[in-house]
């Protein structure tokens, strides 16, 4: 069973600041790492994903790294806003694939943005 | 519809009746997920449909909780005998065979009092 390890639990970050979060996960073969955003009483939308054969994509303020070695990826969030202010899930596909198989979530982390 | 449509957003039920909460995904998505959310916690797996294949039910929490997907769409979670632990929001999602990317719906808040 895949299992992804997210961390941390919350951040509170200033107003430009940088807000990281990391996501472990333990079996090799995926092909997909997508990350989730979700505000209060919303379910949660595709923010932003990353295939295995970059080790960086960037999309305006969101920034994820992925470093295969370590078996990790990260959401760089750079110039925090405090629109930014909401819960982030990293997930994995359980198969090889990400196509037809089920994308395992991380625990989430509730970001908050001081203004 | 464009997106995953779910049924009722909200429901209010007595301690031990039976909910059924809907869920129309994406036309043409072959995948469609249920997962449970407590206030201000993480993303609970319930059940995985995927085309023709068994349901992945690892996730239901109880045999009170189950879940069917008529004619590859649309999915009904039915809560048997609901306890105040039922209390949460559910929430649907559903993918393509092609991409790895699920899209949720609205959710719907389930409250047994």
């Known amino acids: 069973q895949q299992q992804v390890k997210q961390s941390p639990q919350s951040l509170i970050v200033q107003k430009g600041g940088i807000s990281i979060i990391n996501c472990a996960y333990e079996n090799t073969a995926f092909d997909y790492f997508p990350w989730y955003q979700q505000f209060p009483g919303k379910g949660p939308a595709l923010l932003i994903a990353?295939?295995?054969?970059?080790s960086e994509k960037k999309e305006g303020r969101f920034t994820i790294s992925f470093n295969k070695s370590a078996k990790q990826f990260s959401l760089h969030i750079m110039d925090s806003q405090p629109g930014d202010s909401a819960t982030y899930f990293c997930?994995?596909?359980?198969?090889?694939?990400?196509?037809?198989?089920?994308?395992?979530f991380g625990g989430g982390t509730r970001v908050l943005v001081k203004p | 519809g464009a997106g995953v449509s779910q049924s009722p957003s909200n429901k209010v039920t007595e301690k031990g009746k039976d909910v059924e909460l809907r869920c129309d995904p994406i036309?043409?998505?072959?995948?469609l997920y249920w997962y449970r959310q407590s206030l201000g916690q993480g993303l609970e797996f319930l059940i995985y449909?995927?085309?023709?294949?068994?349901?992945?039910k690892s996730g239901l929490p109880s045999d009170r909780f189950s879940a069917e997907r008529t004619g590859g769409s649309v999915s009904t979670l039915t809560i048997q005998r609901t306890q105040q632990e039922d209390s949460a929001v559910y929430l649907c999602?559903?993918?393509?065979?092609?991409?790895?990317?699920?899209?949720f719906g609205q959710g719907t808040r389930l409250t047994v009092v």
């Open positions: 997930a994995a596909p359980k198969g090889i694939k990400a196509a037809g198989n089920k994308l395992t």
């Open positions: 999602a559903s993918s393509s065979h092609r991409e790895g990317v699920a899209f």
């Open positions: 990353i295939r295995p054969d970059v």
């Open positions: 036309s043409g998505h072959t995948a």
């Open positions: 449909f995927q085309g023709n294949s068994a349901p992945d």
